[in-house]
């Protein structure tokens, strides 16, 4: 049995399985990027929800795997050499599953670069400028007077939809014929755009053909549709 006692995390959200991947997350559009992982690979994991509405996040035992105070993270009891391993940056633990089991990463070398900067083209980008474009359509933001703001991140979504939709084309997912890491990455958020934060009209998705196309198929996988919801939210 894996010994998880040396991360405080553990204390504040008990393992019941300590042998399988600890997963501390919500299903946001960062969070469920890890859940989709692990669904998709089959790895044995054990997820915890973490409250962002009640600020979890920032409370000592979740600093002390995370820092930066975001979900997700994860605890892999058989990290590297055997030794158990924590991780946070949603990125950065896609990576780590793909080379921990071989799938959803090019093996070809060039491949593999191009597949890790559409990874970063989500992170970098689509997900900071997405969640701005929501905080200012939907939340606190919307109730600002000067739009100008609003205008910049719309702006901004649509040009990163361009050159979504302009790498699409002709292809089924973001590396071609092979679902990756970076259609891992990214369906969350677009698909987040469009729903929950409602913006759909305000970035002209209706305009998009192989965004939609791309999406539809992505959120047809058994396991896109199972990570979506995990960890569970309360009823």
Not at 150 to 175: C, F, H, N, P, Q
């Amino acid at each position: 049995m894996a010994d998880l006692s040396s991360f405080p995390i553990t204390t504040r959200w008990p393992a019941q399985h300590p042998d399988r991947i600890q997963l501390y997350s919500l299903p946001t559009p960062n969070g469920v990027k890890v859940s989709i992982m692990l669904e998709e690979t089959g790895l044995a994991y054990e997820p915890h929800l973490i409250d962002i509405g009640q600020n979890e996040t920032w409370t000592p035992p979740f600093l002390s795997l995370n820092p930066n105070g975001k979900i997700p993270a994860i605890i892999d009891p058989d990290g590297p050499g055997g030794a158990p391993l924590g991780l946070f940056e949603s990125g950065a633990i896609l990576l780590y599953l793909a080379e921990k089991t071989g799938r959803f990463l090019p093996a070809d070398p060039a491949a593999r670069w191009q597949c890790v900067q559409w990874v970063m083209f989500q992170m970098a980008a689509i997900g900071p400028i997405f969640g701005q474009l929501g905080y200012f359509h939907k939340f606190a933001g919307r109730e600002i007077e000067d739009k100008r703001p609003l205008t910049r991140y719309r702006d901004e979504s649509k040009r990163l939809l361009a050159v979504l939709e302009a790498r699409l084309e002709g292809r089924d997912w973001i590396m071609g014929d092979d679902y990756s890491i970076a259609d891992i990455a990214t369906l969350g958020w677009v698909r987040n755009l469009i729903g929950f934060y409602g913006a759909g009209d305000l970035v002209d998705y209706g305009s998009l053909t192989h965004v939609p196309a791309w999406l539809a198929r992505g959120l047809a996988r058994p396991a896109v549709q199972r990570g979506m919801e995990i960890p569970k939210r309360p009823d």
